[in-house]
Nanobody
Framework: QVRLVESGGGLVQAGDSLRLSCAASGRTFSGYVMGWFRQAPGQEREFVAAVRWTTGFTSYTDSVKGRFTISRDNAKNTVYLQMNNVKPEDTAVYYC????????????????WGQGTQVTVSS
């Protein structure tokens, strides 16, 4: 049974840093794309970043480029999202996802999802 468990969310101030973790288990994720999405109240789920597990190739939405970094630790089967210089508009529930996606920004192309972790950024 595949499980994705996010952690690391919390309440921070604008300009602070935060690192989210996604612990993956239940199968081998070689070849998978691991993504981070976020959803603010009343908004649709939005792509944030993704990494191909095998190659480490990454992609980011424009609003987080230069501030967020996605990475993976193969030995720990964990994906991270390092969030620097956070802004109030980054406030959302952040979800980890996994799948053989061929359209990384489309949440419908991911097969597995975590429960989410809340990130709140105060101004």
């Amino acid at each position: 049974q595949v499980r994705l468990v996010e952690s690391g969310g919390g309440l921070v101030q604008a300009g602070d840093s935060l690192r989210l973790s996604c612990a993956a288990s239940g199968r081998t994720f070689s070849g998978y794309v691991m993504g981070w999405f976020r959803q603010a109240p009343g908004q649709e789920r939005e792509f944030v970043a993704a990494v191909r597990w095998t190659t480490g190739f990454t992609s980011y939405t424009d609003s987080v480029k230069g501030r967020f970094t996605i990475s993976r630790d193969n030995a720990k089967n964990t994906v991270y999202l390092q969030m620097n210089n956070v802004k109030p508009e980054d406030t959302a529930v952040y979800y980890c996802a996994a799948g053989f996606s061929n359209n990384w920004s489309n949440p419908g192309t991911y097969d597995y999802w975590g429960q989410g972790t809340q990130v709140t950024v105060s101004s």
